[in-house]
């Protein structure tokens, strides 16, 4: 009964290779999250999904691109990869339906650390 | 926009010590406030919240009070204990709602 999942774990890859990450809640949320956490633990927020709908997409290398074929998932795809992409990677999702809210609380998935070689 | 600000770590205490971890926000109106842990290897989970003006959220011993003269909710836990070590983060939602603002962590060894 796993409330958000993200598949794979970890991830080793090879420079320049493309790769994905799947995400997956069953908790009946609206909205969707990645964020990527750097070595020092600092959480950047990459992109959100509302309904399916792209609402936030922070400065983010267009080699990222998200996608949502549904509400309960939000996967990432990573074209091209870079040593600086290396870092873990979570998925979150939140039950908040509008942007007037102001009580956002998120479940995040267990990561996938990602390492680029 | 809003922001979020918590002391720097790392923080090492010995089990049983007094345990606060500052955090200061600056916000349009009065958000909810959160703090979530990382624990070793996991992803973020809620420790506690307040809603509104003077709530205390508590869990697991440990307590944060929504202080809005001081603009604080720092985290306090009476005798801290090895299991306690993690990274721990403050955090709020932006004005707007769907975004959250994360501090920037601190780290918390317990030692033995």
């Known amino acids: 009964d796993t409330a958000v999942s993200q598949t794979p774990k970890y991830l080793v890859t090879q420079m320049g290779n493309d790769k994905s990450i799947k995400c997956e809640q069953n908790l009946g949320h609206d909205t969707m999250y990645w964020y990527k ?13 509302n309904n399916k709908e792209l609402i936030i997409n922070e400065t983010v290398p267009n080699r990222f691109s998200p996608k949502s074929p549904d509400k309960a ?4 795809h990573i074209n091209s990869l870079e040593l ?17 809210s102001s009580y956002n609380e998120q479940f995040f998935g267990p990561g996938t650390r990602l390492t680029v070689l | 926009g809003n922001s979020v600000t918590q002391m720097e770590g790392p923080v090492t205490l010995s089990e049983e010590a007094f345990l606060t ?17 990382q ?14 003006a003077d709530d205390k959220g508590s869990n697991k011993g440990f307590e944060a009070t929504y202080r809005k ?5 720092h985290l306090e836990k009476g005798s801290v ?12 939602p932006n004005t707007g709602g769907f975004k959250t603002i994360f501090g920037a962590g601190t780290r918390l060894f317990v030692k033995a």
Not at chain 1, 73 to 76: F, R, V
Not at chain 2, 21 to 37: D, E, K, M, R
Not at chain 2, 86 to 92: L, R, T
């Open chain 2, 21 to 37: 971890i500052n955090c200061t926000y600056t916000a349009t109106g009065y958000p909810s406030l959160f703090w979530y842990v």
């Open chain 1, 73 to 76: 998932h939000l996967n990432l």
């Open chain 2, 69 to 73: 003269e001081t603009t604080s909710f």
């Open chain 2, 81 to 92: 204990q090895v299991s306690d070590s993690a990274v721990y983060f403050c955090a709020s």
């Open chain 1, 37 to 49: 956490q750097d070595s020092k633990k600092f959480l950047k927020i990459m992109f959100s999904y």
């Open chain 2, 39 to 52: 624990y070793p290897g996991e992803g973020l989970q809620l420790l506690l919240k307040a809603t509104k």
């Open chain 1, 84 to 100: 600086g992409d290396s870092a873990v990677y979570f998925c979150a999702s939140s039950p908040v339906t509008s942007g007037h």
